[in-house]
């Protein structure tokens, strides 16, 4: 919030100092504290010492992680940014045992901070303790070194890292803040998604967190020759050997925070239309994650957390929209490339998939549907796969998310009302989880009062008619509840097993104004004969050596 409308402070004593934030009517928030630290290429290590000042002033968000701003201009701190911002419930003190959620933010791992996310609703109407974080992205959080690899150290995965600080952090210190310290759920969202979904295979991971939830992320990581190869990319752009650096690391070490930035040749036409030199993923390193994340999965090697994940009916669309036009020849080619070649497969796939009646047609947006179908089977099999690990066994459930917002077609800020030809994209379910309208690419800064610098025209008009606000509140309740227990009501969201379900998350218009909204549970995520075809697909592709399509994602 701007503090030049704050109505009032309140204060939290912790063990490392007091903290102050902002008091409103219906919630408390601290924004931008200090959990952790850490050196360029190294581990992040939680907060341990007191803060300087006491009482902390928590009224305004903390700095992002450097990163992108646009094509030609930096963004954020690389040494100050391991902040979090918590929300609350008015009125909540220490000992409310209040659910805790710590959000993790999107951005193809590249970009992107906590500051757009604010969870005041989520937290005030679902009872629970609401945090988010900033971590490292880009180089900063997944370069990976072959020198640090041959010393037997873990590489490439600073950001995960950060993400284990920020629990530690929280385990020692929520309490203060009303918060259960022995119920840590993480959710996330695009990438921030897949990292999440991470922390049910990473070893060091056990005991820091009982529940994750992922909203389009996948089981997903790359390996060590890849994420290695992507550094040499960034080496090559630095110049390292014609400066005559004897180590990649000594040469990326000595650049400038700046320099690491420009050197990805990071150039977008949208946030969600970006092109570069470089692309980052955690990284199977072999010491914090030590095989492929299915595989891990598969053998029963995964912590004993709840887990919750799904994705958008329509999510990959978002990402191939603007790739246009498609021709009908090139589409067929599409689908057979997606099926490696194989006749029978590619077949399958077309009479799932058929072309367009005219064939001179753009596809784009028919490829957007199987591109979307592939990712949702995806999910499922990873479901699978942790449904049969005894750890997880009886503690995975899946949803898919089959709406956007339609309250208004003023508020175009995203993630809010776009074109209906595009169903149900990547990120539209992020303002109904916040129990708000949230501004993923302008900030919540920007959109919060008219007249603020910065404020932007998209951000009028941003509210819930009442059936988006019941549905809101329906989604929060099922995440906030899945927090608490890790366990929801089984006839609204059923455990994943056998049989095979999920929970159709789409507002109930049938309902009585002021009844809470129910959702419906259904099979195989609605796709079940194309799933058939797309596991057959992932089969084709393990037994050939290839990476499963669980672990390639397009997540944002």
Known sequence: ??????????????????????????????????????????????????????????????????????????????????????WRPSGATAGADLPVLLFVPGGSND??????????ALAAAQHALVCSINYRVGPFGFVAFEEAHAAGEATGNYALSDIQAALRFLRSHTTAFGGDASRLTLFGQSSGGSLVLLHTVLPSSSGLVEGVLS??????????????????????????????????????????????????????????ACSAATSWSPTIDGVMLPDEPLTLAESGKVNPVAVALGANTNDSYLF??????????????????????????????????????????????????????????????????????????GQVRLYRFDHWFQSNRVCTAVSNYHEPSWGSVHQDE????????????????????????????????????????????????????FAASGDPSEAEWPRFGAAGRNVLLQPQLAVEPGTPQRMQPEYALGREPFCAVWDEVDATERAAGAPSAVAKSTAG
């Open 430 to 481: 992020v303002s109904f989880v916040f129990g708000m309208p949230i501004f993923m690419n302008i900030g919540y800064s920007n959109c919060s009062v008219p007249g603020w610098p910065g404020f932007d025209k998209s951000c009028l008009g941003c509210h819930f008619n009442a059936t988006e606000a019941a549905f809101a509140r329906a989604v929060g309740r099922l995440w906030t509840s």
């Open 111 to 120: 970009f992107g901070e906590a500051e757009p996310y604010n969870a005041s």
């Open 320 to 393: 191939i929209m603007n790739t246009g036009p498609l021709s009908r020849t090139a589409y067929l080619a599409a689908l057979a490339a997606a099926a490696r070649g194989n006749a029978t497969l590619t077949s399958a796939l077309v009479a799932l998939y058929p072309p367009l009646a005219n064939r001179t047609a753009d596809h784009v947006a028919l490829m957007g549907w199987w591109s979307s179908d592939k990712m949702l089977c995806g999910l499922r099999r990873a479901a699978t796969a942790l449904a049969a690990a005894p750890p997880t066994a």
């Open 215 to 272: 909203q389009s992320g996948t089981l997903s990581a790359r390996s060590l020759a890849q994420s290695v190869n992507v550094t040499a990319t960034l080496a090559e752009r630095l110049n390292c050997t014609k400066y005559g650096f004897q180590s990649v690391r000594a040469c990326l070490l000595a650049a400038s925070g700046d320099d690491l930035v420009y050197a990805q040749g990071v150039h977008c036409v949208t946030p969600n």
């Open 1 to 86: 919030m701007m503090a030049a409308f704050l109505l009032s402070h309140v204060d939290v004593r912790t063990a490392l100092g007091d903290v102050r934030g902002n008091a409103f009517p219906s919630f408390d928030e601290f924004l931008g504290i200090p959990y952790g630290s850490a050196k360029r290429f190294e581990p992040a290590t939680p907060r341990t010492e007191h803060f300087e000042k006491s009482p902390l002033d928590a009224t305004y968000f903390g700095p992002a992680c450097l990163q992108t701003l646009t094509n030609v201009t930096t963004y954020g701190s690389e040494y100050s940014c391991h902040v979090l911002n918590c």
